[in-house]
């Protein structure tokens, strides 16, 4: 399903050597916004088979510009496009993000029908589904780019942050399940060790939700054969990313693979 994939083995860094992507990815990202004519052609279908990671990246930042700046396109969303996709599908980006009602990859990347293969649960956790979803963007429908997005204001990073509490009621078991990926995160960002005490009063959430999605990265390569050979072929490209609710901007965090 991947093909031209090296033997597996870990194309990824240490969780301590992700890229920090925030200067290398908006200098990038300033370039492909200044190319106004690249802008204007992502109204139209790109020939999907041939597009790199570099380049599904820099129309997902073209459109998330568009929305930021008021000149969305809403492109792709009409009855001949419906049409079109009625038996077929063919993303050119995967996105797994947070179920959160404020968090849409369609409007916020300025993308159409067919565009993104979208995978959302509260907290964008790496549960076995999520990741099985993931493996069938990458392996079936060969999508160039997995962008994991986090956002401010979450909720599930906010009651892993509560959990801590010594007082904290129990929550719903469902729940408890889920947001328990996202207590790492929150200890990490807490600066204490296994077992210490958690002052949940000092916790950045901002910096608790960023380490989560870094964490989810790297759990992703780990538990994902397929999507750790896809990214050691160069088929595949991660980009972690953060939403900013009020500007409405997705800022690159970390990368893995060649962008």
Same mark, same amino acid.
């Given at each position: ?70 000149? %969305?396109?809403? $492109?792709?969303?009409? +009855? &001949?496009?419906? =049409? ?8 050119? /980006?995967? !996105?797994?993000?947070?179920s ?18 979208v ?21 079936i ?27 904290? %009621?129990?929550? $719903?078991?469902?729940? +408890? &399940?889920l947001? =328990? ?8 960002? /807490?600066? !204490? ?43 595949l ?23």
């Amino acid at each position: 399903m991947i093909k031209n994939s090296a033997p597996l083995r870990k194309p990824w860094p240490a969780r301590s050597e992700l890229n920090n992507g925030n200067e290398n990815n908006e200098n990038r990202r300033s370039t492909a916004i200044s190319n106004e004519a690249a802008i204007a052609n992502d109204s139209e279908v790109n020939d999907r088979a041939s597009m790199s990671p570099a380049e599904a990246w820099a129309q997902l930042q073209r459109g998330n510009e568009r929305f930021i700046t008021g000149g %969305a396109q809403h $492109p792709r969303q009409d +009855a &001949d496009r419906r =049409a079109e996709l009625a038996h077929t599908q063919h993303p050119f /980006a995967a !996105v797994f993000c947070c179920s959160d009602s404020r968090l849409a990859v369609e409007i916020i990347f300025d993308l159409g029908i067919g565009d993104a293969f979208v995978i959302r649960n509260a907290g964008q956790v790496a549960t076995s589904s999520a990741i099985g979803s993931i493996e069938y963007a990458v392996g079936i429908l060969a999508v160039p780019v997995l962008i994991v997005l986090s956002h401010d204001e979450c909720g599930a990073v906010h009651a892993a942050i509560q959990s801590q509490r010594p007082d904290a %009621a129990a929550l $719903p078991p469902h729940i +408890a &399940d889920l947001i =328990a990926p996202i207590i790492p995160a929150v200890r990490s960002a /807490a600066k !204490v060790h296994e077992g210490g005490t958690v002052d949940v009063d000092l916790i950045d959430p901002a910096e608790a939700g960023r380490e989560h999605m870094r964490n989810t990265i790297a759990q992703l390569l780990e538990q994902s054969e397929m999507i750790s050979a896809a990214v050691a072929a160069g088929t595949l490209a991660i980009v972690g990313g953060n939403y900013r609710l009020q500007e409405g901007k997705v800022a690159a965090d970390v990368t893995v693979g060649v962008l």
